[in-house]
C-alpha cells in the first residue's frame, strides 16, 4: 500500500525529519529546525521542490513541528496537499529501558512507559516525548510509531548486561547494560544479510558504528548478544568527545581533587576521546590532516582509538565463536579507509586481511567488501540509515494497524 511516513528524531534543541514514500523508501522532503528555544532559530528544508533556509525565533517543539507541517503543506514549497496524506509517524526514541524489546504503535501506556524511563534519559527521553505529544495533536488521524535506540540490544544475555556491583543496584536503580545505536546496528545487519542473500538467522557480526559517537556491537544469530556502550553511551570506544571505558576510580580520586561531579561528566562526556586526546577536533577528519603534519598528539588520539576498536573486535570474535563479518558504519566508518585498516591490522593470524584497494573504494555512501579474497571473515562498508529504518518499522507496524482496523 503506498502511502507517506514521517519520521521525527526531537533532541534537545533541535528537530530532524523526513518524509518517505513507502514501501519505496523514497525521500520527499528533509529537514530539521536547530536553536529552539534560542533568540533565532534557523529552518533548513531540502525536497523536489528545491532547498529552503531561513531563520526565525522557534520558542518550542510545538512550535517547531507545527511550522515543519505547515512547510510540508505549503502551496508553494510544500510536498503534500494536507496533513491527511501522512499516513503514520515514527519517532526515534532513545531510551526504552527493559519494557521495549521492539518498534511498538505509541497508546497512552507506551507514553507512560517512555515517561518512566525518562531517568534513565534524562536529556533525551523528555524532548522524544514533547514530539510524541505535539505530532499525535497536530496529525490525530495518523498512526504514531515508537522506535527505540535501547530495543535491539534486549537480546543482550544477563552475563553480558550485569554489571559487578551489589546486585540491588539492579533492582533499585535499574543499573544494567542497555546499550544504544541499536536501529544502526540492526539496520547494517540485517542489510548485510539481504546483500548476502542470507538468512540474518545465519550470521554472526561484529557491527562498528563509528560517528562522533562510537559503538561496536556483536550480533549472533540476527540478535544483539554484547555491545560496547553500556548504562549510557559513555562506555566502551574512544568517541568525538566521550572518553570510553576509564576505571571508574579516577573519578574518585578527582572528586579528592575538588573536581565537581557536574563538571567530571562534562570532562568526560564533551571534552574527552578524540577532543581531549588531541587538543584540536573531536573531527576525525581534522586529526588525520593534523597526523599528516606530523602532530604527535593527533597521532596518539587515532593510534587509541584504533587500539581500543580492535580490542573490542577481537572480544566480540571470543563471544561469538564463528565470525562471518565485520561491518564499518557511521560518518567513520563509512568514509575513512585509514582507520579500517589500522583498526583490523595485524589480525591476519585470525583471519582478517584488508584488500587495500577494495578498502579505498568504499566511501561516500558506497557498500561493499574490503577485504581480500583469501581473507577468512569478510569486512564490510554499510552506510547506515537510522531514518529509513525508522520508516520501514513504522511502516509495518501502521500498515498492520489499518488492516486490523478495517
Ligand atoms: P557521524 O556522527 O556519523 O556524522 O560521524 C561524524 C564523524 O565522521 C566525524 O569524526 C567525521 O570526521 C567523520 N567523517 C565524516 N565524513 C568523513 C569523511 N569523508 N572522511 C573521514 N571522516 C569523515
Keep these: 500500500m503506498p502511502v507517506k511516513i514521517l519520521v521525527i528524531n526531537c533532541g534537545s534543541s533541535s528537530i530532524k525529519y523526513q518524509l518517505f514514500d513507502m514501501p519505496e523508501e523514497k525521500i520527499i522532503a528533509k529537514g530539521m529546525i536547530e536553536k529552539i528555544g534560542e533568540e533565532s532559530s534557523s529552518f533548513i528544508q531540502t525536497s523536489i521542490k ?22 510540508l503543506i505549503d502551496g508553494k514549497e510544500g510536498v503534500i496537499s494536507t496533513v491527511e496524506d501522512i499516513f503514520a509517524v515514527g519517532h526515534r526514541v532513545v531510551h526504552g529501558g527493559e519494557g521495549f524489546t521492539k518498534s511498538v504503535l505509541i497508546t497512552h501506556e507506551v507514553i507512560a512507559g517512555i515517561e518512566e524511563c525518562a531517568d534513565l534519559a534524562p536529556l533525551h527521553n523528555p524532548p522524544n516525548l514533547v514530539g510524541i505529544k505535539a505530532s499525535k495533536m497536530f496529525l490525530p488521524h495518523s498512526a504514531q510509531v515508537a522506535v527505540f535506540d535501547t530495543a535491539f540490544h534486549q537480546t543482550i544475555p544477563p552475563r553480558a548486561y550485569f554489571y559487578a556491583v551489589p546486585a540491588e543496584l539492579y533492582e533499585k536503580h535499574k543499573i544494567r547494560r542497555y546499550g544504544f545505536h541499536g536501529t544502526s546496528h540492526r539496520y547494517v545487519a540485517y542489510r548485510l ?169 568504499a566511501t561516500r555512501g558506497v557498500e561493499g567488501e574490503i577485504t581480500s579474497e583469501a581473507s577468512k571473515i569478510k569486512a564490510y562498508v554499510i552506510p547506515t540509515d537510522e531514518e529509513l529504518s525508522i520508516a520501514l518499522d513504522t511502516y509495518e507496524i501502521a500498515c498492520k494497524q489499518h488492516k486490523n482496523q478495517a
Design 50 to 71: 528545491g532547498r529552503i533556509e531561513l531563520q526565525r525565533q522557534i520558542a518550542s517543539h510545538e512550535e517547531g513541528l507545527n511550522f515543519i507541517i505547515e512547510m
Design 193 to 361: 544479510a539481504s546483500i548476502l542473500k542470507k538468512d540474518k538467522r545465519e550470521l554472526n557480526i561484529i557491527s562498528c558504528h563509528l560517528g562522533n559517537g562510537c559503538s561496536v556491537t556483536a550480533i549472533e544469530k540476527g540478535e544483539s548478544v554484547d555491545t560496547s556502550m553500556g548504562f549510557t553511551p559513555l562506555e566502551g570506544l574512544v568517541m568525538g568527545t566521550r572518553s570510553g571505558d576509564i576505571d571508574l576510580a579516577i573519578i574518585f580520586y578527582l572528586i579528592n581533587k575538588g573536581y565537581s561531579v557536574e563538571s567530571l561528566n562534562n570532562l568526560l562526556n564533551k571534552k574527552s576521546g578524540l577532543l581531549g586526546l588531541s587538543g584540536i577536533s573531536n573531527d576525525m577528519r581534522n586529526l588525520m590532516a593534523a597526523r599528516d603534519k606530523g602532530n604527535a598528539r593527533a597521532k596518539l588520539a587515532i593510534d587509541i582509538f584504533c587500539y581500543r576498536l580492535r580490542k573490542y573486535i577481537g572480544a566480540y570474535m571470543a563471544v561469538l565463536g564463528k565470525t562471518d563479518a565485520i561491518i564499518f558504519t557511521g560518518g567513520i566508518g563509512e568514509n575513512n579507509a585509514a582507520i579500517r585498516k589500522e583498526s583490523l591490522s595485524g589480525m591476519e593470524s585470525l583471519g582478517i586481511e584488508i584488500d587495500d584497494e577494495k578498502n579505498a573504494k
